[in-house]
């Protein structure tokens, strides 16, 4: 299982699509998505307050939005 998480933000509709894609994903590449408010944290929003949603790997790598299924797939693949 690979964890995958999600910095996100409550009303952020581009939240709601990479969370979308993301579970379109997690059966095939068996995901574990975490959600991450960042509002909880102020340094979370400094560092993504303009830049969510971003993925974060399991190797610290980041996908910031826009990002599509396959720009994801190539992440789990490498």
Same mark, same amino acid.
């Given at each position: 299982?690979? =964890?995958?998480? +999600?910095?996100?933000?409550? #009303?952020?509709?581009?939240? %709601?699509?990479?969370?979308?894609?993301?579970?379109? @994903?997690?059966?095939?590449?068996?995901?574990?998505?975490?959600?991450?408010?960042?509002?909880? =944290?102020?340094? +979370?929003?400094?560092?993504? #307050?303009?830049?969510?949603? %971003?993925?974060?790997?399991?190797?610290?790598?980041? @996908?910031?939005?826009?990002?599509?299924?396959?720009?994801?797939?190539?992440?789990?693949?490498?």
């Amino acid at each position: 299982m690979t =964890d995958l998480i +999600l910095y996100t933000t409550a #009303g952020c509709h581009l939240c %709601v699509l990479a969370e979308d894609i993301l579970q379109a @994903l997690s059966s095939q590449y068996e995901l574990n998505i975490i959600p991450t408010e960042i509002g909880d =944290d102020d340094e +979370l929003v400094e560092r993504y #307050g303009v830049s969510i949603p %971003v993925i974060k790997f399991p190797d610290n790598s980041e @996908l910031n939005w826009p990002f599509e299924t396959q720009d994801i797939e190539n992440k789990l693949t490498l």
